[in-house]
C-alpha cells in the first residue's frame, strides 16, 4: 500500500523559509509523477508544483515560480518543497500527491492516486 506522509510545516514570518517533505512507502519516490498541492481555509485545492515521472521535466505555477523548488532524495525516498521568500498568501495546508502510472507532469488534482495527510504552513508576522 503506498502512503505519503508530509512533515516541515510550521509558522515562519513573510520573507522566511520552509522546507517540506514528502516520505513515500509501499514504492519508490522515483519514477512516478509527484506534486504538491495546497489549500487555503475556504479555497479549493490549487496546484503548486510537479513533476514527471522520468524526473525530467519539473513546472512551477506562476505564484511559486523564483520562490519554491522541488527535489527528491531517492536514497532516503523523500520529495522535498524549499520555500523561500514567503508570503502571507502562501498560507494553506500543503500536500503532496502521487500518480500510480505515468511519465509526464500533472497539475490536475483529479489525475493523482495517492495523496498525504498534509502539513500546515502559516506566514505570518
Known amino acids: 500500500q503506498v502512503q505519503l506522509v508530509e512533515s516541515g510545516g510550521g509558522l515562519v514570518q513573510p520573507g522566511g523559509s520552509l522546507r517540506l517533505s514528502c516520505l513515500a512507502s509501499?514504492?519508490?519516490?522515483?519514477?512516478?509523477?509527484m506534486g504538491w498541492f495546497r489549500q487555503a481555509p475556504g479555497t479549493e485545492l490549487e496546484f503548486v508544483t510537479a513533476?514527471?515521472?522520468?524526473?525530467?521535466?519539473?513546472y512551477y505555477t506562476d505564484s511559486v515560480k523564483g520562490r519554491f523548488t522541488l527535489s527528491g532524495d531517492n536514497a532516503m525516498n523523500t520529495m522535498y518543497l524549499q520555500m523561500n521568500s514567503l508570503k502571507p498568501e502562501d498560507t494553506a495546508v500543503y500536500y503532496c500527491?502521487?500518480?500510480?502510472?505515468?511519465?509526464?507532469?500533472?497539475?490536475?488534482?483529479?489525475?493523482?492516486?495517492?495523496w498525504g495527510q498534509g502539513t500546515q504552513v502559516t506566514v505570518s508576522s
Open positions: 500527491a502521487s500518480k500510480a502510472y505515468g511519465v509526464g507532469w500533472y497539475r490536475s488534482v483529479g489525475a493523482y492516486d495517492y
Open positions: 509501499g514504492r519508490t519516490f522515483s519514477g512516478y509523477p
Open positions: 513533476i514527471s515521472g522520468n524526473g525530467a521535466t519539473t
